[in-house]
């Protein structure tokens, strides 16, 4: 497996590696992994006890922090479909009674 890391942390694996608290990246790779799964259930009560800042957890969220959940990710799915639905007024229906208001042949307000 090749693995990209942003520049920040591959100057935290390369400084790892240059203090000889680790011998090579992927030792280091290996410890942070098992640290991570290891208090990835402590994390995630902690965040539900409000004992986490709301950018914190959004941070985690785009970082992707955590385990994998198929029915949150079905749902999140779903909710994804449902916003790709058209609902209300029509786009183009809005935009012909936009550019008639001020003129001669102006439509009245279209409604759902």
Not at 25 to 47: D, G
Not at 53 to 62: D, F, H, M, V, W
Not at 76 to 82: L, M, N, P, R
Request: with cysteine.
């Amino acid at each position: 497996m090749n693995i990209s890391l942003p520049p920040e942390l591959e100057q935290f694996v390369q400084h790892q590696i240059g203090d000889a608290v680790y011998d090579s990246p992927e030792a280091v790779i290996c410890a942070a992994l098992e640290f991570f799964r290891q208090h990835q259930t402590q994390v995630i009560e902690e965040e539900s006890n409000g004992a986490i800042s709301l950018e914190e957890i959004e941070r985690r969220k785009q970082l992707k922090l955590y385990p994998y959940d198929e029915q949150a990710a079905h749902e999140d799915e779903e909710s994804y479909s449902e916003c790709l639905q058209p609902s209300g007024i029509d786009h183009e229906q809005v935009m012909v009674w936009l550019d008639s208001i001020g003129t001669e042949d102006e439509l009245p307000c279209p409604i759902q």
